[in-house]
């Protein structure tokens, strides 16, 4: 059975592993090693050893994987349909006015059917994304997913972390208005003081002041946190000290309105690698762990393309349904794929 793992860091290394993946529950000492999860962490054993592990460029990938003669996907894409959704944001957003929850992301999922073409053919485009995003993929026989993030849920060596809040989003262009938004600004402070208080529990946490990060056609809120551990802390217990941040999830991250957000994602239908962690671990211990978002799945002939957006007091139905699809128009443009 054919199965492997993508991971492309921001500087351009990538590494692709073939399977069978040996599984663990704790990240292995040697390192080579891929982490896939789903949203609900459901996998206990997320640590996936390939057989083979190849460092690959753009050029390499092809040959590796075997992508010669496939051709670029064809899609028909259905409409999104509003009335589940809308029905999601007006429950949410009576919860945050009534003070019981502060922000909450649901998820549209868009469909497509696969007309003709290969999703594999895909990894061309994660392999090539922007500089400031981490490419990811897991592919098995007849489905998988891929995308590539401009979200780092963590990167650890040793006892130094680095992390960071993306929240807010404008299409570019927009800046001027978006700098001053407090609604796009409240929604990404959430997830800054999340973030400070998870990482305040293990270490000393240092905060870089509020920036932009434009990527792929979006504009984002974008703050850097690093922390000095006070002692070394296993990967693996740092992904569900840290995920779901309220940048994909609820705040407070309580068991209630952590059952509320999944009964949201089961409506909505959200394929579960979405807003998942996805990593990766180097020979020298180096783990990247970043959000996965900004990618399709599919399954057969069915695609999935989802897109999430933060509700607190200040947000609009309207706003947020534009900004669900410029994010789905963003992922479509990064992986050439006409729309």
Not at 135 to 149: D, Q, R, V
Not at 172 to 201: C, M, N, S, W
Not at 220 to 237: C, I
Request: hydrophobic share 40%; charged share 20%.
């Amino acid at each position: 059975m054919m199965e492997f793992a993508l991971f492309r860091l921001p500087d351009g290394r990538a590494w692709l592993g073939e399977g069978p993946f040996t599984a663990l529950a704790a990240a292995p000492a040697g390192g080579g090693a891929f982490y896939v999860n789903d949203f609900d962490l459901s996998d206990p054993q997320p640590w996936k050893v390939p057989a083979k592990l190849h460092a690959i460029t753009p050029e390499s990938l092809g040959s590796t994987i075997h992508l010669n003669g496939s051709q670029t996907p064809q899609i028909n894409w259905a409409k999104p349909a509003t009335e589940w959704f809308k029905m999601a944001f007006r429950r949410i957003r009576r919860e945050v006015l009534a003070k019981r929850i502060e922000k909450m992301v649901p998820v549209l999922t868009e469909t497509g059917t696969l007309v003709s073409g290969d999703p594999r053919r895909l990894l061309q485009a994660v392999m090539q994304a922007p500089a400031n995003m981490w490419g990811y993929a897991h592919i098995t026989e007849n489905g998988g997913f891929l995308g590539a993030t401009p979200e780092l849920l963590f990167k650890s060596q040793d006892q130094s972390l680095e992390t960071m809040a993306l929240a807010g989003t404008a299409k570019p262009g927009h800046q001027d208005a978006f700098l001053t938004d407090v609604k796009e600004i409240e929604e990404h402070e959430i997830v800054v003081r999340y973030l400070t208080e998870q990482l305040q529990t293990l270490g000393t946490v240092t905060r870089q002041p509020r920036s932009l990060c434009e990527t792929a056609g979006l504009v984002h809120f974008q703050t850097s946190l690093t922390a000095e551990l006070r002692a070394k802390v296993d990967p693996a217990q740092l992904v569900p000290q840290l995920h779901p941040t309220p940048a994909v999830g609820c705040l407070p991250r309580d068991d209630a309105a952590l059952a509320k957000l999944r009964e949201y994602r089961e409506q909505l239908k959200v394929p579960g690698f979405f807003g998942a962690p996805f990593g990766f671990i180097e020979d020298d211990g180096s783990t990247h762990v970043v959000v996965a978002i900004r990618g399709i799945c599919w399954q057969g002939d069915t695609i999935s393309l989802p897109s999430g957006c933060g509700i607190v007091g200040g947000s609009a139905f309207d706003h947020e349904w534009r900004e669900l699809r410029l994010k789905r128009e963003a992922v479509l443009r990064l992986l050439a794929l006409p729309s």
